[in-house]
Structures are given as C-alpha cells and as structure tokens.
C-alpha cells in the first residue's frame, strides 16, 4: 500500500499549531503524518522546536492515522528511555507508531556537553543502542556495555507488538550499513538517479523488501514567486553540505554560513512549484523507484493552502 505522510515541522511550527494542521491534514486525505525529533531549529528565522515525545501522545489521541517520527538514541536520550517512550505509545496506539533511528546531528546533541564523535563512532552507538531498543521492546532483561552501557534494564509495560525500527541514511554508504539490521530505510529526495542508488545500496546490503521511505522537501504555493521567497527564507541552512548539518552546533553558525547561499542553490536543492499537479508528478516518479512511502514536507509556511490543495490530489492518486 502506497502511504503518502503530511511532515509536522516542529523546527517550523508551534506544537499547538502542528497539532490542528495533522488533524486537517487527515480529513483532508493525508494517509500519515510524520515528524523529526529537534532540540534546535536550523534556523532563527524557522523559530520553533517543540519536544516530539510529548506532542506524539497528543496528536495520536487526536487522530487515527499512523504517525512517524524520526528521534536519535544515545546521546541525547539513553536507548532504554527511548524504548520506554516507544513501548507506552505503542501500547497506547497498538500499530499506528513508525519509528527511524538516526546518527543525529550537533546541533541538537551538543547540549549534553559531550563531546560530538565521528560519523563512524556515530553509527556504532547507532547501532548499539537500535539493538538495545529491539531487545527492551521484547521483553528481555539488558545489560550492556560500549558506547552506551545499560545495566540491568528491564521494561515492565510491553506492547502487543515489536514495531519496525528503520535507519535514518542520506549516504548509500550508511545505507548499505544499516540494511542487514533495519527493519525499513528513510532517506530523502534528490534526483532520481543519487536516490536510484541510494536504495539500491541498501536493497544490496540486506534489505531486499524492506520498506523504503523517502521525505520528499519543496516549496509550493498557489504563487510561484512566493513559494520561491519561502524556500530561501525558510529552508536554505538546508543546502549546506552534508558534513555542515551534521557538525555544525549552533543555530547562529547555520544562519551565518546560509548568507553565502543563493538563490539558485536553493532552486537547485529544492523543487519549487506554483502547480501540484508537478508535485503530483514528482511522487508518482519516487513510487515509480518501488518506494513504499512518501513523507511531504512543504517548507512554506502557507500550510492550510498546502493542505487544501493537495488534500483531494491525494486522495485521487492513490485510488
């Protein structure tokens, strides 16, 4: 079943805010919502960060669709909290919870005061703490000792069920890594043939049907000219390189290095669009990559026209 996610941007948005925008966006035609665990903004200008866990139970008491959400274990937060935070929602919301595990990014794990580890020891806590998680969420009791240490962990309140737990990956380096032991894969758009290889690493590496999720980032608005404006103001510390979002520890380093990015970066970065039926389009040609699931993030912050406009859309391409 081909499942298409309304993104709650909660570096964009306040939580009271996203949390009327996923209900419209469900009555509408969304079939899913999705969110990124953030303790920052990338941006002054974006101007919010609520905390996912707390508005997750909110927002799947208010709806009936699923909900995912990205969130990174090990630094920030301990994996056996994590567990218990996944293991209570899901009980609560028994298969309606989707989670990605991510190596994260400094800006939002620098506030432990810990030092920032390499992309390598990243992913080795990474994968440490998913295995903690799978094994808390089966009941088992855990010790363990690494990069995390769990000493005798134990969750008393299980769910029915073991949900999925997928890797976070841009790179089809991390993607081919994390295929023997994700359960799914999340990556994000670019042109078809980075994205092409992309999931080929990971269907390659051991993840031959496992599900593939891809967040799919624009610009739209019934006017071109501001769906342009607000890609730049909103989403240009975005465009930086790959090894800028995930070293850079500060809002005001993101907000500084952007100055230096155009416009036509940004145009280059980001499929921009005053007619859906383009980004109707660009969907049907990520599916086409035997994708499983679209996440749509709209970066301009007109989000009721954006829900408007693509609700009925959306409901007629997946019939």
């Known amino acids: ?12 948005f306040s939580p009271r805010e996203l949390l009327r925008l996923v209900k419209k ?29 707390s508005w997750l139970g909110a927002v799947m008491e208010a709806t009936e669709f699923p909900v995912y959400f990205i969130t990174t274990p090990g630094q920030r937060y301990h994996p056996a909290v994590v567990a218990q935070a996944i293991a209570t929602l899901e009980e609560m919301y028994p298969g309606r919870l989707g989670i990605s595990l991510g190596s994260g990014e400094a800006l939002n794990e620098h506030i432990t005061g810990d030092p920032w580890p390499e992309k390598g020891i990243r992913n080795q806590r990474l994968l440490e703490c998913a295995s903690v998680i799978k094994r808390l969420l089966m009941g088992e009791k855990v010790n363990h000792w690494g990069l995390v ?3 005798e962990a134990k969750l008393y309140t299980l769910p029915n069920r073991v949900p999925s737990l997928n890797c ?6 991390t993607a081919a890594w994390s295929a023997p032991w994700a359960d799914g894969l999340l990556t994000v758009y670019r042109p078809h043939p980075e994205l092409q290889m992309v999931i080929d690493a990971f269907r390659a590496g051991g993840g031959a049907g496992k599900p593939i999720h891809v967040k799919l980032t624009f610009s739209y608005d019934r006017d071109l000219t501001v769906a342009r404006q607000q890609a730049y103001e909103q989403w240009r ?21 952007s ?19 383009e980004i109707i389009q660009l969907i049907d040609e990520i599916f086409s990559l035997g994708v499983d699931h679209v996440i749509l993030h709209n970066v301009n912050k007109n989000q009721d026209l954006f829900i408007e406009d693509f609700g009925g859309l959306i409901l007629s391409f997946l019939k």
């Open 1 to 12: 079943m081909k499942r298409l996610s309304y993104h709650a941007s909660h570096e964009q």
């Open 25 to 53: 966006a469900e009555l509408a035609g969304f079939t899913s919502c999705h969110s990124s665990d953030h303790f920052h903004p990338w941006s002054v200008r974006q101007g919010h960060s609520g905390y996912v866990y």
């Open 149 to 151: 240490n769990v000493h």
């Open 168 to 173: 976070a990956a841009i790179s089809k380096e």
């Open 237 to 257: 510390c975005n465009c930086l390189a790959a090894h800028h979002l995930a070293n850079i520890h500060t809002v005001e380093q993101f907000d500084a290095l």
């Open 259 to 277: 100055e230096n990015v155009l416009i036509k970066k940004v145009e280059e970065n980001i499929p921009i669009s005053a007619n859906p039926a």
